[in-house]
């Protein structure tokens, strides 16, 4: 496994050249398929706050990167992958018409028979994972193969984060971070509006600026930029 390995290093090396977050992250995804065999994965972001996970990428087995489809999940409500973000530990999952544990209309729209989750951390805090599927190996799936995809996504997420933009660059209003708060427990624009005695539409104002300083595309992306950074708790 030693080239294995040696391409894996030369890899997060070319990953961390990436100028641009989301071209990483991109990268990262369609190099796990180049590394390993399966051929279908995605990424959702994920609160420690209010435990819901948002589908951001979903990349098929052509290598067909798409954007995220409208998945909103409470993890809880998912207990194999509510179990892994728990014990911050990745986990391979066979699912069967017996396995109740995991929601019926995902195994049935996905065709899924087995599910590998890996939970993104930083430090000890999960703020993603990642969910794969179409394990297409010769061998039976095996523990040695776990804690390698556990260790490709530490290092590949790490490399990501390193390079991210200071906090201090992302210079946010107390406006701004107070919709960001409202977001992370669920609350959405009209409630926002409400309680903050202002307009729909400038809650909504707020929300995307913040977005925009803080260099990210998707509402859970910025509760999880902030969260990092220290704005919101």
């Known amino acids: 496994m030693a080239a294995e390995e040696l391409n894996i290093e030369q890899f997060i ?3 961390s050249a990436e100028k641009n977050q989301e071209q990483q992250i991109i990268k990262s995804l369609k190099g796990f398929l180049s590394f390993f065999p399966f051929s279908r994965l995605s990424l959702f972001s994920y609160s420690p706050i209010n435990f819901m996970s948002e589908l951001l990428f979903f990349l098929d087995s052509d290598g067909t990167l798409f954007p995220s489809e409208k998945i909103r999940e409470d993890v809880r409500n998912v207990p194999p992958v509510f179990s892994a973000i728990y014990n911050r530990k990745a986990s391979y999952i066979v699912l069967n018409q017996g396995n109740l544990t995991f929601p019926e209309k995902y195994i049935e729209k996905y065709k899924l028979s087995s599910l590998l989750v890996v939970p993104l951390k930083k430090g000890s805090m999960v703020i993603g ?14 523990d040695t193969m776990l804690k390698k995809i556990e260790e490709y996504f530490r290092l590949v997420f790490n490399s990501i984060i390193s390079s991210e933009a200071k906090p201090q660059q992302a210079k946010l209003s107390k406006r701004e971070i107070e919709v960001l708060e409202m977001l992370s427990i669920g609350r959405g624009t009209k409630e926002m509006a409400v309680l903050m005695d202002i307009s729909e ?6 929300i995307s600026s913040a977005m925009k300083k803080l260099g990210v ?17």
């Open 129 to 142: 994972c990642v969910l794969i599927d179409g394990y297409k190996g010769k061998k039976p799936f095996h």
């Open 217 to 233: 595309r998707h509402r859970a992306q910025a509760i999880a930029e902030a969260v990092r950074s220290g704005l919101i708790s």
């Open 201 to 206: 539409f400038t809650a909504r104002d707020y």
């Open 13 to 15: 090396g070319e990953l």
